[in-house]
């Protein structure tokens, strides 16, 4: 019996040192991006995003509130992000410190993701919450962003900062005093309210903050209370509609047409991007073969086969294949123009993954939060051009382990080393890509 638990504790510091030496080499190969100044999601660089980041903050130095409206304040997201860095931080004053401030405020992600990660699943060993809290650092974009000073991931800090107190709050909820609630659900409401004015794609999170509220079991005038806060936070982004005439900013939403058009096949890309970002999580589903074949054999998924035929009708006869660009759109799009130059049997290779990306997602999740938010991104690519890998991941790598109440089974180290490997295969080919091509 002795020798039985001395193997499985050797068995056990084994799988630590394991996955603490697979924690630091990520940790090693994220630093080592920064420094070689890596532009692993043709986003960055000096005379890329990184330039036009520096002029939009240089003018805002000149004056906040006058430029709010300025034709030259050139980004398609809320200035928060640089009010916050001219009022709190003091390395604005050189592009290299900047940059450097800027990807150690990134680094806090991973950070809390640890806490995130720990909190959903509490009985998973530390070694490997860190290891997958890390594995978010491999996302191209994620690394992209940090290095060259996107503001992306401010909204992803708070997002974080949001889940991680909406947790609290939830546990505690019949334990903590009035005025503890009151403070927790101040917070709460305000960092969800912030994330927005970082990136208002991810709008969908205080709108989903006060659902969970208005639902938990509290006194109506707690969720009064929270309606009114919401309001209070939302006025000065009313304020930013008003003088802009738009959601985003005026040189933006000129330049990105918003509104002016649909772009009909972005809903089959932006599932084909989701697949892309969330697919070893497979392996770590629920999923057997009678789940499979009673999702199969269901009912639901002749009603997805309807919505997926009408859909190819639609971007059949009303939309321009032969005329997309390059840009956005995820690896199976910039796979196919590499693979198939035939434009017949492109299409037909595009029609296929798509319906394969909903039979995936379908499989995948069932809880209508989860469904909700994804059915909210595909809506929203509909609106949106051009519309990238970055808008979906590292979000949803998040939204794993924080709002989404899906649950995996880690039980199986080698799957969440096979996860971790994928998305390292990934963030490599990735890198190599645009290496290529930029």
């Not at 960055?44 to 036009?52: T, V």
């Not at 982004?237 to 330049?255: D, F, K, N, V």
């Amino acid at each position: 019996m002795e020798n039985k638990k001395e193997k499985e504790k050797i068995i056990q510091i084994n799988q630590n040192t394991f996955a603490l030496s697979f924690s630091i080499i990520i940790l090693i190969y994220f630093f080592y991006g920064f420094f070689t100044n890596e532009n692993a999601a043709g986003a960055g660089g000096y005379n890329a995003d990184f330039k036009l980041i520096w002029e939009n903050l240089t003018l805002l130095k000149e004056g906040i509130i006058v430029n709010l409206n300025n034709y030259n304040y050139t980004d398609s997201r809320p200035p928060l992000s640089y009010i916050l860095h001219i009022l709190l931080n003091p390395f604005t004053y050189n592009m290299e410190v900047f940059r450097l401030s800027n990807f150690l405020i990134s680094s806090f992600i991973p950070f809390l993701l640890y806490f995130s990660i720990k909190e959903k699943y509490p009985n998973l060993d530390k070694s490997l919450i860190l290891l997958l809290s890390l594995t978010v650092t491999l996302s191209p974009f994620f690394r992209t962003t940090s290095y060259w000073a996107l503001g992306e991931n401010y909204g992803l800090i708070f997002l974080l900062l949001s889940y991680l107190t909406y947790a609290n709050l939830k546990k505690n909820l019949f334990n903590y005093a009035l005025l503890r609630k009151i403070t927790i659900i101040f917070f709460l409401c305000l960092f969800s309210s912030l994330i927005v004015y970082f990136d208002q794609k991810l709008i969908f999170v205080p709108f989903l903050v006060f659902v969970l509220l208005i639902n938990f079991k509290i006194k109506i005038d707690l969720k009064i209370y929270s309606v009114f806060l919401f309001f209070i936070f939302s006025l000065p982004y009313l304020y930013l509609i008003y003088l802009w005439g738009a959601l985003i900013p005026t040189s933006a939403y000129e330049a990105r047409g918003v509104g002016s058009s649909l772009n009909l096949f972005h809903p089959g890309y932006c599932l084909t991007i989701l697949v892309v970002a969330i697919f070893p999580f497979y392996f770590l589903s629920n999923l057997n073969l009678k789940i499979i074949k009673n999702k199969i054999f269901s009912r639901n998924l002749i009603y997805i086969f309807i919505v997926f035929l009408i859909y190819c009708l639609l971007i059949n006869f009303f939309g321009d294949f032969e005329s997309l660009r390059i840009e956005g759109k995820g690896a199976f799009h910039k796979l196919s123009i590499i693979l198939i130059e035939n434009l017949d049997i492109r299409f037909l290779f595009t029609s296929v993954i798509f319906f394969l990306s909903i039979i995936f997602i379908y499989l995948i999740f069932e809880d209508k939060i989860d469904l909700s938010i994804i059915i909210y991104f595909t809506i929203l690519s509909l609106f949106t051009f051009p519309f990238y890998q970055e808008y979906l991941d590292p979000l949803f790598y998040i939204l794993i382990f924080s709002f989404f109440n899906i649950r995996f089974k880690f039980e199986d180290k080698k799957n969440i080393y096979l996860l971790v490997l994928y998305f390292l295969i990934f963030s490599l080919v990735s890198k190599y890509y645009y290496q290529i091509t930029i």
